[in-house]
């Protein structure tokens, strides 16, 4: 090794140790630039949606809610305007494969949410090039119930907190709402020891938004997409295997089969595209049986990447509040 090159790398574990470089990897396959560029080679008239704080609405970045060891997991709370009154509270959980994104691209959202009366929080969870499935799932419980026990500091309704996710993040709210604690479920608690009593809380939630999340991990669509070696699905690089090394732990992470008496309202928001239905229609059926409220709104000549753009954004934030004041806002 070179003195130079040896003396840049002995800054870079300085850098690391110190804070000031993340040490877990990053992929940034998936940004709103990426999707951007994407989405306007068929759509040139969509327009991304660019964070604009709304008068009144306050945020907290950079809160810590769990830590393993030196690792550090964060949120960002977006309040309403109104101080010492309860209100419902959202989780916004953001797509990627599993593998890439991050929080602050479902910020416009979490300022429309604030301003309509919501506490927002954008989550931040380990992505599989970081950690393996369940971590994410994991991660996003902890957080759950670190919003239940700090519910004074921030005025949240402990009674009325909803999961959103987008693509991956969709699947991710759909799996921890829909099995709600169910017992039959995996438990996703944290296995490592965290010296603080707010882990104890509840992490069940009473609404679900599933934004082109796929529910059914097992459907051909998902799982059938490993045939080449060298370009391993999403999926395979967030569970470790393939559905053909280990069909169980695809069956597992399909929220599709914990539908219960628990499970919570849902509303699904769709895309044109058919593979991101997975399991939806069938789940639906599953909910009427149990008398459980679901809506549907798949919007026509859209790219996956819809949410993040105008003008679907306007569309997608719409049937949102309608489906949080229904539930959560007295009649």
């Not at 599989?128 to 519910?151: F, G, H, Q, T, V």
Request: with cysteine.
């Amino acid at each position: 090794m070179s003195p130079c090159r040896k003396y840049l790398t002995v800054v870079f574990i300085i850098l690391i140790c110190s804070g000031l470089i993340p040490a877990q990897p990053r992929d940034t396959s998936f940004t709103i630039y990426s999707a951007a560029l994407k989405v306007n080679k068929e759509f040139p008239n969509a327009k991304l949606v660019i964070p604009k704080l709304p008068k009144g609405v306050h945020q907290k970045r950079d809160i810590v809610y769990i830590s393993y060891g030196s690792r550090k997991m964060h949120l960002d709370i977006y309040s309403p305007p109104q101080k010492n009154k309860l209100c419902p509270a959202v989780i916004l959980i953001h797509g990627g494969g599993w593998r890439s994104g991050n929080r602050q691209m479902e910020i416009p959202m979490a300022q429309f949410l604030a301003s309509h009366g919501y506490i927002a929080a954008t989550v931040e969870y380990r992505l599989s090039i970081e950690a393996l499935y369940p971590a994410a799932l994991i991660d996003l419980k902890a957080a759950i119930k670190w919003l239940r026990a700090n519910s004074s500091e921030y005025h949240i309704d402990t009674n009325k907190i909803a999961l959103y996710g987008c693509s991956s993040g969709g699947q991710l709210a759909a799996l921890l709402g829909t099995s709600n604690e169910n017992l039959a479920a995996p438990n996703y608690n944290s296995p490592f020891p965290v010296a603080s009593a707010e882990f104890n809380h509840s992490a069940r939630v009473q609404a679900i938004i599933d934004i082109d999340g796929v529910l059914d991990m097992t459907d051909p669509n998902e799982s059938g997409k490993d045939n080449n070696s060298s370009k391993p699905s999403s999926g395979k690089n967030w569970f470790g295997y393939s559905y053909h090394n280990n069909p169980g732990l695809w069956k597992e992470a399909s929220a599709l089969n914990y539908v219960n008496e628990k499970s919570a309202p849902i509303c699904f928001i769709n895309s044109s595209l058919p593979r991101f239905h997975a399991g939806r229609d069938e789940m639906i059926t599953r909910l009427n049986k149990l008398g459980i409220y679901s809506e549907v709104h798949t919007i026509p000549n859209t790219p996956h990447e819809f949410w993040l753009f105008h003008p679907w954004f306007d569309i997608v934030s719409g049937y949102i509040i309608k489906f949080l004041d229904r539930l959560f806002l007295p009649q």
